[in-house]
C-alpha cells in the first residue's frame, strides 16, 4: 500500500487544523519574557532614561545647565576622576564598607531570623522589639556613633550595618515562616531533632528565599553610603560628592550618583549569578 505524504495534499474533512497559539501581548497580564527579550526591554528602558536625562539638559537654559550637566559631561568626570584622582580607591573603599558591614549584617540576622521563625517563643520575645527598631532612621544614629566610636571607619560601617539589620532580620523571618509545615511535620514523624529540623529542612528550605531577601536588602545598604560618608570622610564616593558639593562641582555629584548605581547594579548580578548557581532547581521549575 502507498501512502502519500506530499505536503500538498489537502486536509481531509476528519483532521483538525494545527492549533496556533495567539501571540502573546506586550500587556499580557503574567505574561512570559525570554532572556534576549529581557535583555532588549532592559536596555531599552536604560537608554530612555539617559535619553530623557540628556532632552533636560538640552532643554535647560545654558547658563543654568551647569546645574544639570549631560550624560557626556558625567560620564567624561568619571573618567577623569578615575585617570587623574585615584578615583578607584575611592570606590574599593567604599565597597569594603559596604560589603563588610552587610556581611556582619547577615551574620546577626540569618541565625536570629532562623531561630525566630523555628521557635514561636523566642519570636514573641523577639520580634516586637526588632519590629520596632525597623522604625528607627540609620541616620538618627550618626551623632551617637561619633561619640562612641569617632570619626573612623567602625562608625560608618555601624551606620550601614543598622540600615539594614533589622529589616534583614524582619525578612527572614518571613522566608522561614513560609516553608511548608510538612516538611517540618514529616522531619517530626521520622524521628529528627529540633538540630537537625532547623539545619537541614528549615534553612534548606528557605536558602533561596534568604538569598533573594539579602539581594533586596543590600540595595538599602548602598542607599546609605553618602550618609555613612558624609561626616569626616575623607575617601570614599561619598567623600569625593562632598568635596564636589562644596563648590557647587553638580557633575562630581552627579558621576558619584552614576557610579553607586553601576555599582549597585553589578552588585545585584552578582547575586542573582549566586543564586542561579546555588540553587539551579528554582529557575528549572520556572
Same mark, same amino acid.
Given at each position: 500500500m502507498n501512502?502519500?505524504?506530499?505536503?500538498d495534499k489537502p486536509i481531509s474533512q476528519g483532521e =483538525?487544523?494545527?492549533f496556533s497559539p495567539p501571540k502573546e501581548k506586550f500587556f499580557s497580564v503574567r505574561g512570559t519574557v525570554s532572556g534576549r527579550q529581557g535583555f532588549v526591554l532592559g536596555l531599552?528602558?536604560?537608554v530612555s532614561l539617559f535619553a530623557l536625562w540628556q532632552l533636560g539638559h538640552w532643554?535647560?537654559?545654558?547658563l543654568q545647565r551647569k546645574f544639570l550637566p549631560g550624560v557626556d559631561e558625567v560620564v567624561g568626570k568619571i573618567i577623569y576622576l578615575l585617570i587623574n584622582k585615584d578615583f578607584i580607591s575611592d570606590i574599593g573603599v567604599s565597597l569594603y564598607r559596604i560589603y563588610l558591614s552587610f556581611f556582619v549584617a547577615c551574620l546577626v540576622a540569618v541565625p536570629l531570623g532562623l531561630i525566630m521563625g523555628c521557635f514561636v517563643k523566642?519570636? =514573641?520575645?523577639?520580634?516586637?522589639?526588632v519590629g520596632g527598631l525597623r522604625y528607627l532612621p540609620a541616620a538618627s544614629f550618626v551623632p551617637l556613633l561619633l561619640v562612641y566610636l569617632g570619626p573612623t571607619d567602625t562608625a560608618k560601617m555601624a551606620l550601614l550595618f543598622l540600615g539594614c539589620v533589622f529589616f534583614l532580620i524582619a525578612l527572614i523571618l518571613d522566608n522561614v515562616l513560609a516553608v511548608p509545615k510538612e516538611f517540618v511535620e514529616s522531619a517530626q514523624?521520622?524521628?529528627a531533632d529540633r538540630k537537625h529540623i532547623i539545619l537541614r529542612v528549615a534553612l534548606p528550605a528557605a536558602a533561596p528565599q534568604i538569598l533573594d531577601s539579602m539581594r533586596n536588602m543590600i540595595a538599602v545598604s548602598w542607599t546609605y553610603l553618602v550618609i555613612a560618608e558624609i561626616v569626616a570622610a575623607t575617601d570614599g564616593i561619598g567623600a569625593v560628592m562632598m568635596r564636589g558639593a562644596k563648590?557647587?562641582?553638580?557633575?562630581?555629584?552627579?558621576?558619584?550618583i552614576l557610579t553607586i548605581g553601576v555599582l549597585g547594579v553589578l552588585t545585584d548580578i552578582l547575586f542573582r549569578n549566586a543564586s542561579r548557581f546555588l540553587f539551579p532547581y528554582v529557575y528549572t521549575r520556572k
Open positions: 501512502i502519500d505524504n506530499s505536503p =483538525a487544523p494545527l531599552l528602558g536604560l532643554a535647560t537654559p545654558e523566642v519570636r =514573641a520575645l523577639v520580634n516586637p522589639t514523624t521520622m524521628g563648590f557647587l562641582h553638580i557633575d562630581i555629584i552627579m558621576a558619584g
